[in-house]
């Protein structure tokens, strides 16, 4: 045993060699892993919000188009009923 040596210190660092060898890699430094959280938590927002709007726009699209199909057939009633009272040209 090495008297310079202190029994916790080397207790500490033998545990702290061990955790990086128990897996196979070093030590993860606590900011890169506050910045993979981050990525992490960007992309999952970004799915998500993606997900809820192609969900709305795949439950409005309907509703467009028969919309634009009634407006159209509105006014191709108005252009061709002859009124002299006409307002398409107005919109």
Partial sequence: MNPDLHPDIAAHLLIRAGSGAMLGRTPVDPREAAMLWKIIGI???VWIALAVIGAL???LFPILVISAIVFGLYLLYKAVSGSGNSTVDKL
Wanted: hydrophobic share 65%; glycine share 16%; no cysteine.
């Fill in 43 to 45: 992309v999952a927002v």
């Fill in 57 to 59: 726009l795949e439950g």
